[in-house]
T-cell receptor
Framework: DSGVTQTPKHLITATGQRVTLRCSPR?????VYWYQQSLDQGLQFLIQ???????AKGNILERFSAQQFPDLHSELNLSSLELGDSALYFC???????????FGPGTRLTVT | ELKVEQNPLFLSMQEGKNYTIYCNYS?????LYWYRQDPGKSLESLFV?????AVKQEGRLMASLDTKARLSTLHITAAVHDLSATYFC?????????FGDGTTLTVKP
């Protein structure tokens, strides 16, 4: 158990809908990262937050947004969902910005 | 844009043998990560390599970094079945990680 929690574990929704994925980092970790893993595109870095501020942005679509709250938990919002958004979404946390990352169990999103 | 290439993509080994997974990257990277992923599971961080010549070892796995050659290697010594998994390397520039396609390792008795 990495200490990083993600909810929900599974999510099935329809095209065009909006969902929110939640991540709670390990106690004391200030950085949160979001990743997408799919068969088509492999593992992709989406975005990083450090202590509430956006630190780095990767291949995150405009339909996706994220934030990190004062209690350091983070949410990833996915809107106008398409079939191609079906994937595993991982959250990771680290103490700072360049340390070892600890991954949560992931949320499996299925868009039908 | 950083590109990361791993090879081989699939590796079948006999227990007790040694092998190396290679990770080439296209441009200077701030750091290099190695991860392990078991089927249906999340990623586990194995190593973070920060500087040229860095070598880290954990059990039967040893990772090294040659920044001049833009190459990292993950060496497996005397493989055991428990090492069967998919291994990813990832380079980082300005906080953005780029992953290789992964090497799926199967260790057979």
């Amino acid at each position: 158990d990495s200490g990083v929690t993600q909810t929900p574990k599974h999510l099935i929704t329809a095209t065009g809908q909006r969902v929110t994925l939640r991540c709670s980092p390990r106690s004391g970790d200030l950085s949160v990262y979001w990743y997408q893993q799919s068969l088509d595109q492999g593992l992709q870095f989406l975005i990083q937050y450090y202590n509430g501020e956006e630190r780095a942005k990767g291949n995150i679509l405009e339909r996706f947004s994220a934030q990190q709250f004062p209690d350091l938990h983070s949410e990833l919002n996915l809107s106008s969902l398409e079939l191609g958004d079906s994937a595993l979404y991982f959250c990771a946390s680290s103490p700072g910005g360049g340390d070892e990352q600890y991954f949560g169990p992931g949320t499996r999103l299925t868009v039908t | 844009e950083l590109k990361v290439e791993q090879n081989p993509l699939f590796l079948s080994m006999q227990e007790g043998k040694n092998y190396t997974i290679y990770c080439n990257y296209s441009t200077t990277s701030d750091r290099l990560y190695w991860y392990r992923q078991d089927p249906g599971k999340s990623l586990e961080s194995l190593f973070v390599l920060l500087s040229n010549g860095a070598v880290k070892q954990e059990g039967r796995l040893m990772a090294s970094l040659d920044t001049k050659a833009r190459l990292s290697t993950l060496h497996i010594t005397a493989a055991v079945h428990d090492l069967s998994a998919t291994y990813f390397c990832a380079g980082v520039i300005a906080g953005k990680s780029t992953f290789g396609d992964g090497t799926t390792l199967t260790v057979k008795p």
